[in-house]
């Protein structure tokens, strides 16, 4: 039996499946940590060296291991400091249960002025979860985890959160478990499709000329990908993957595209089922594909906000992908719409623009060569990560890891060691480059701490080299982008950390490869200078203002008007 709120928590996490918790203490949750510690054997705790890091961990393990993450903090500035791990796994779709301790239960809302006392906790723990609760009661905390529980498991993958006032931890529980009195409104699961539904889908794929698949995070879920590839394969149809979507589909199978590719797929499509996918482009409000006449659009997404204008489909289908996605490829006619030879030259297509950006592209080749198919990549919003967003062959679920819409800086190191975890041994590679990587250096001492087995790889240019670039694109010149950085050798020496520098593609390559007999962490640092630009590749449709040289002919021919 618990005696204390405490207790009940920690009871709440081990009976729910918790094993590790990304955690920092502090004087609200002492009461937690302590029924922590009584049951050390269950539960194991990881403490980094700054509290954003650890919603960064809890975010990188769901999205390695499919299991929920789990993060602690203290009021006020801890939960402010947890909110971009939180904000980046409530746009990446992560099950991550936040628990944040609240000031007394008698000050709240009252501006006296407590230790870590903010106003409105509680509205700026909601703005970063798709459902939340303030436990009023000691007797309500054990029953608040279950149902925080429930709504993880429910619906769209999202954070969930929870804020408990010191002073219930600490509290002795008289009686049994009480409901929790508030919360927000509870995740309905949708309702069944209807049959009728997926004819009409049906119709529309069976009638097309080219059919096309664009799969986003959403089909990660399980199953969701096994029925992904069958309904391609039954009626040949191209895959497009999003950032989110990367892995879905192996990228050796030959109706396997990213995005560069889609533009050649997509302007000869006829039809298109998104899977799945917010389906929106990254700077505007505005579909990721426009409509245009002839061209239908089928979306299946478990949130029916992601069916709403800009995007207009002529069959929006509430429901899981993994559960949906068997009962409309029966209904389809097995044919071959992309022939195998047609696919391979469209992957041919995209993947000789990618060759052309050097060195990014050798890189990120060496990189791939390196790893294990089922190694973990964390790409980073760096000038090598942004064209290994269409370039670093992805050979399976989980094992691509990049920033989703949020676009956080220095996200990539810290969820590399949440990925770590969750992986379970597996090798993680995680690059960045010098800005982001001075987001979070001090967690080398987390990374040695617990040996996770990171390869962490830093692209130094000495600059913010992406601003840079735009800044001497725009207005031909630059200001606040140069760095000082320390020496990366020294720093990771400091820690106990193995380091390389290397300079060239293939120097980096045999790095990383050395790197995977290493029992824990290893840095490596790559002197780099001023890259082309890779950006009028990425994504569906090039961002605006962003150009380069011609791309060759469509290997589909014509675009349909």
């Known amino acids: 039996m618990t005696n204390t709120g405490g207790q009940a928590l920690a009871a709440g996490l081990i009976r729910n499946g918790i094993r590790d918790l990304f955690m920092i203490p502090g004087i609200q ?90 106003k409105d906790q509680t509205g700026f723990v909601a703005g970063l979860t798709k459902w939340n609760t303030f436990v009023h009661a000691p007797q309500q905390i054990g029953a608040a985890v279950d149902q925080a529980f429930a709504q993880l498991h429910t619906g769209r993958p999202r954070p969930v959160g929870m804020e408990i006032p010191h002073d219930y931890l600490s509290a002795a529980l008289p009686g049994p478990d009480m409901p929790p009195e508030s919360g927000a409104d509870a995740e309905a699961a949708p309702a069944p499709v209807e049959d009728a539904v997926l004819d009409r889908a049906a119709a529309i794929l069976n009638a097309a000329r080219l059919p096309v698949i664009y799969a986003g995070g959403g089909v990660f879920q399980a199953g969701g990908c096994e029925a992904l590839q069958a309904l391609a394969e039954r009626i040949g149809a191209p895959v497009v993957m999003s950032d989110n979507g990367r892995g879905a589909l192996s990228d050796r199978h030959p109706l396997a595209m990213n995005s560069l590719a889609g533009r050649a797929v997509f302007q000869h499509a006829d039809a298109v089922l998104v899977v799945g996918s917010r389906f ?93 198919d089922d190694a973990i990549f964390v790409n980073e919003l760096t000038q090598v990560g942004y064209l290994a967003r269409i370039a670093f062959p992805v050979y399976g679920p989980r094992t691509y890891i990049g920033p989703g819409y949020q676009g956080t800086l220095g996200y990539g190191f810290p969820v590399a060691l949440g990925a770590a975890v969750g992986g379970r041994g597996r090798r993680v590679v995680s690059i960045t480059g010098d800005g982001g990587f001075g987001w979070n250096l001090q967690e080398l001492a987390t990374a040695q701490r617990y040996g996770l087995p990171v390869t962490l790889v830093v692209f130094n240019d000495g600059h913010y080299g992406n601003v840079r670039a735009i800044q001497k694109r725009e207005f031909g010149a630059e200001v606040a982008v140069d760095l000082a950085n320390p020496d990366f050798g020294t720093l990771a020496r400091a820690f106990g950390v193995p380091f390389e520098q290397v300079g060239t593609p293939q120097a980096l390559g045999a790095a990383v490869k050395a790197s995977l007999a290493a029992q824990g962490p290893v840095m490596i640092e790559v002197r780099i200078g001023v890259v082309p630009s890779p950006w009028h590749l990425l994504r569906l449709q090039p961002m605006k203002g962003m150009t380069g040289p011609a791309a060759p002919v469509n290997p589909l021919g014509e675009a349909r008007p």
């Open 29 to 118: 949750l002492d009461w937690a940590v302590d029924a922590l510690r009584q049951r050390g054997a269950e539960i194991r705790l990881y403490v980094p060296r700054h509290e954003q890091t650890t919603t960064y961990m809890a975010d990188g393990y769901y999205r390695a291991s499919g299991e929920v993450g789990a993060a602690m903090v203290v009021p006020g500035p801890g939960a402010l400091n947890a909110g971009a791990g939180l904000a980046t796994a409530y746009a990446s779709n992560s099950k991550v249960l936040f628990v944040t301790g609240q000031i007394h239960s008698a000050g709240v809302g009252r501006g006296l002025g407590l230790l870590h006392e903010i």
């Open 280 to 372: 929106i482009d990254a700077l505007t409000p505005t579909a990721s594909w426009p409509a245009r006449p002839g061209l239908r659009f089928i979306h299946i997404n478990i949130d029916a906000a992601d069916l709403s204008p800009p995007r207009a489909p002529d069959v929006a289908i509430v429901a899981d992908a993994a559960t949906t996605l068997p009962r409309l490829a029966e209904r389809l006619a097995p044919r071959s719409a992309l022939p195998e030879a047609d696919a391979l030259r469209v992957k041919a297509w995209a993947q000789g623009q990618i060759d052309a950006i050097m060195p990014q592209s050798a890189y990120v080749s060496e990189l791939r060569a390196a790893m294990p």
